[in-house]
């Protein structure tokens, strides 16, 4: 068993639609969450970051972490095509460690 | 520009040859990494350093993999004797010592044939 697992998708949503965006995790130590997107023959970048658990919410960004379910979540409002991307949920234990990836595509 | 910058950006080698990648981070930051990251897979660790001092290896690293980062600033990575299974994006990222934000260079796109 992986320590995050990820459903890579690929999922196809029409512009405007809310994004629900998934993980688990098995390690309970975990106490960092992240959130990168990572486009096309590009290095990921940080989207957003909890810390333990508890939401966060950075425009139409909004992250939630549930500790007594090992379950993170990614939640897009008001979907854009520029929102086409590989979203990668991430744990911080010094190092990261990466869910598979879930392809988005955002139809115009 | 003050982002992570990577090179080569792409390299295709025969089985069997040696290659090595480069990685400066953002000058200010201490702690190095490098990532592996094939097709559909999310990145996973292979190696970190804190200033010069490597101070963690995955088991991922086989003997043929060496990373060094001489100075405390930039790193290399280097692949002997390559096989078809190294193909993979190779991606490095920097961080302060206890800043959360790893920030990722463009990566190294390997093909072996």
């Known amino acids: 068993q992986k320590e995050v697992e990820q459903d890579p998708g690929p999922l196809s949503v029409p512009e405007g639609a809310i994004v629900s965006l998934n993980c688990t995790y098995s390690n309970s130590a975990f106490q960092y969450f992240m959130w990168y997107r990572q486009y096309s023959r590009k290095g990921p970048e940080l989207l957003m970051y909890t810390y333990s658990s508890g939401n966060k919410e950075d425009g139409r960004f909004t992250a939630q972490v549930d500790k007594s379910s090992k379950y993170i979540s990614l939640f897009i409002r008001d979907s854009q095509p520029s929102d086409s991307a590989t979203y990668l949920c991430a744990m911080r234990a010094g190092k990261l460690i990466f869910g598979q990836g879930t392809t988005l595509q955002v139809k115009p | 520009d003050t982002g992570v910058s990577q090179n080569p950006r792409h390299k295709i080698t025969k089985r069997g040859q040696n290659v090595t990648f480069r990685c400066d981070p953002i000058?200010?930051?201490?702690?190095l990494y490098w990532y592996r990251q094939t097709l559909g897979q999310g990145p996973e660790f292979l190696t970190y350093f804190q200033n010069e001092a490597q101070l963690e290896k995955s088991r991922l690293l086989s003997d043929r993999f060496s990373a060094e980062r001489p100075k405390g600033s930039f790193s290399t990575l280097e692949i002997q004797r390559t096989e078809q299974g190294d193909s993979a994006m190779y991606l490095c990222?920097?961080?302060?010592?206890?800043?959360?934000?790893?920030?990722f260079g463009p990566g190294t796109r390997l093909t072996v044939t």
């Open positions: 000058s200010e930051h201490n702690r």
């Open positions: 990222a920097s961080s302060h010592d206890r800043g959360y934000e790893q920030y």
